[in-house]
């Protein structure tokens, strides 16, 4: 873990997951030949400890940005980056104005705007309608953004990544007052309050609401997600929703939202046994929390394939003429997954006579199946 991170280990993982997202995206979307727009609603700075802001959404997002736009130049080809950075309160506006301008260049506009994020939404979509856009939201609560507001900054060119903050919410899901009820109307209404905190899981009623509105409302056509559990509890924290309209875009989120969770899971580990020292006074031994993190981290990931290659032979039974795109389009959304694990699940299913193997036949023989491939059960 990096320092400045200290206390809120969470706040890395989720800057982990923009900076890998953002690290593919240039290259991802290069050859579309069109710029490329950032758009942070929620910039801060806020409760940065690091040098250079290092440790906030706008440095992580700007470094990124510039390194990936000069490694494209090597390849002749350098998009033009737009940035817009909005922010409410005056004086962190300030401290992001100084900073994020000392970026700017002839093909790497910034634009830095002291608003609420919902006033700047028409401007920002009409400043960069003409690129490939990811929509960074990240408030410190619930409120401050809506589905319908965020469909102007859709498209089909347009991807989305909006942190909600669950378990701060969870709090008051049940609570009967107006200004409560009111001040989650944007995201939930008094319907879906109701239905989430009467749920059993409130948790799962909430990601498939969530889920639903930003598929429905917002437009996108493919929408994922990734819990961030609090440091030291097995609790969920924040839940990160990623919008996207293509099967790519899904596949770099998990990549990037793996790695972040790999990291996080030595880091959760570490904070824990530090607690347990504090607690105990003893000092435990060298690589202790290395151990229990690995452990951890392959029971974790052994059932999440379980339940995928469970999820797989239920569906091709269910729906035996699904093409392998629809089949990784619907298990990207579904499961922590990232595509190569899906590649490795659906041959081993294969060679277990589970499923047909189709794409080892005739002249077309391939190691994975195409995305156009037929996926059915072995008859
Ligand atoms: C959680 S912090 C953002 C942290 C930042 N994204 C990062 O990861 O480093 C939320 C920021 O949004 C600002 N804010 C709150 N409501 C806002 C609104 N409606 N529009 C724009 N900014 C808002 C707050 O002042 C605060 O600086």
Same mark, same amino acid.
């Given at each position: 873990?990096?320092?400045?991170?200290?206390?809120?280990?969470?706040?890395?993982?989720?800057?982990?997951?923009?900076?890998?997202?953002?690290?593919?995206?240039?290259?991802?979307?290069?050859?579309?030949?069109?710029?490329?727009?950032?758009?942070?609603?929620?910039?801060?700075?806020?409760?940065?400890?690091?040098?250079?802001?290092?440790?906030?959404?706008?440095?992580?997002?700007?470094?990124?940005?510039?390194?990936?736009?000069?490694?494209?130049?090597?390849?002749?080809?350098?998009?033009?980056?737009?940035?817009?950075?909005?922010?409410?309160?005056?004086?962190?506006?300030?401290?992001?104005?100084?900073?994020?301008?000392?970026?700017?260049?002839?093909?790497?506009?910034?634009?830095?705007?002291?608003?609420?994020?919902?006033?700047?939404?028409?401007?920002?979509?009409?400043?960069?309608?003409?690129?490939?856009?990811?929509?960074?939201?990240?408030?410190?609560?619930?409120?401050?953004?809506?589905?319908?507001?965020?469909?102007?900054?859709?498209?089909?060119?347009?991807?989305?990544?909006?942190?909600?903050?669950?378990?701060?919410?969870?709090?008051?899901?049940?609570?009967?007052?107006?200004?409560?009820?009111?001040?989650?109307?944007?995201?939930?209404?008094?319907?879906?309050?109701?239905?989430?905190?009467?749920?059993? $899981?409130?948790? *799962?009623?909430?990601?498939?609401?969530? =889920?639903?509105?930003? !598929?429905?409302?917002?437009? @996108?056509? +493919? &929408?994922?997600?990734?819990?961030?559990?609090?440091?030291?509890?097995?609790?969920?924290?924040?839940?990160?929703?990623?919008?996207? $309209?293509?099967? *790519?875009?899904?596949?770099?989120?998990? =990549?990037?939202?793996? !790695?972040?969770?790999?990291? @996080?899971? +030595? &880091?959760?580990?570490?904070?824990?046994?530090?607690?347990?020292?504090?607690?105990?006074?003893?000092?435990?031994?060298?690589?202790?929390?290395?151990?229990?993190?690995?452990?951890?981290?392959?029971?974790?990931?052994?059932?999440?394939?379980?339940?995928?290659?469970?999820?797989?032979?239920?569906?091709?039974?269910?729906?035996?003429?699904?093409?392998?795109?629809?089949?990784?389009?619907?298990?990207?959304?579904?499961?922590?997954?990232?595509?190569?694990?899906?590649?490795?699940?659906?041959?081993?299913?294969?060679?277990?006579?589970?499923?047909?193997?189709?794409?080892?036949?005739?002249?077309?023989?391939?190691?994975?199946?195409?995305?156009?491939?037929?996926?059915?059960?072995?008859?």
């Amino acid at each position: 873990m990096t320092e400045s991170y200290e206390g809120r280990e969470q706040t890395e993982t989720k800057h982990l997951i923009l900076q890998a997202y953002l690290q593919s995206l240039i290259f991802k979307v290069s050859h579309k030949s069109i710029p490329i727009s950032y758009i942070d609603g929620f910039s801060g700075p806020w409760e940065s400890r690091a040098q250079s802001y290092r440790d906030t959404s706008f440095g992580i997002a700007l470094r990124c940005l510039k390194e990936s736009q000069a490694a494209l130049a090597a390849h002749r080809k350098k998009p033009l980056v737009r940035a817009i950075f909005c922010e409410k309160n005056r004086r962190a506006f300030l401290e992001l104005e100084r900073f994020v301008t000392g970026f700017a260049s002839e093909d790497f506009k910034i634009l830095a705007l002291n608003d609420r994020f919902e006033n700047i939404i028409q401007e920002a979509a009409d400043t960069t309608a003409d690129s490939f856009r990811l929509t960074f939201v990240d408030p410190k609560g619930w409120t401050g953004f809506g589905f319908e507001g965020l469909s102007k900054l859709g498209g089909r060119n347009s991807e989305v990544l909006i942190n909600f903050m669950y378990d701060h919410s969870n709090r008051f899901f049940g609570d009967a007052r107006e200004s409560t009820k009111n001040s989650f109307y944007d995201v939930f209404d008094d319907s879906e309050l109701s239905l989430i905190a009467a749920s059993e $899981n409130r948790e *799962s009623k909430a990601i498939q609401i969530f =889920d639903n509105k930003l !598929k429905n409302i917002t437009g @996108y056509k +493919y &929408v994922a997600h990734s819990r961030v559990s609090r440091p030291l509890a097995d609790r969920t924290q924040f839940i990160l929703f990623f919008g996207t $309209n293509s099967l *790519s875009g899904l596949e770099v989120f998990r =990549d990037a939202e793996e !790695k972040a969770q790999l990291n @996080y899971a +030595y &880091v959760r580990a570490k904070a824990k046994e530090r607690a347990e020292e504090e607690r105990s006074r003893q000092v435990s031994f060298p690589g202790f929390s290395k151990g229990v993190a690995e452990t951890e981290w392959n029971m974790g990931r052994a059932a999440i394939r379980k339940e995928v290659k469970e999820a797989v032979t239920k569906r091709v039974v269910e729906n035996p003429t699904l093409i392998y795109a629809e089949h990784k389009a619907e298990l990207l959304q579904q499961f922590p997954i990232r595509r190569t694990e899906i590649n490795k699940i659906i041959n081993e299913l294969g060679k277990a006579g589970v499923i047909a193997e189709n794409w080892k036949e005739g002249n077309r023989r391939k190691q994975v199946p195409p995305d156009d491939c037929v996926i059915c059960p072995n008859q």
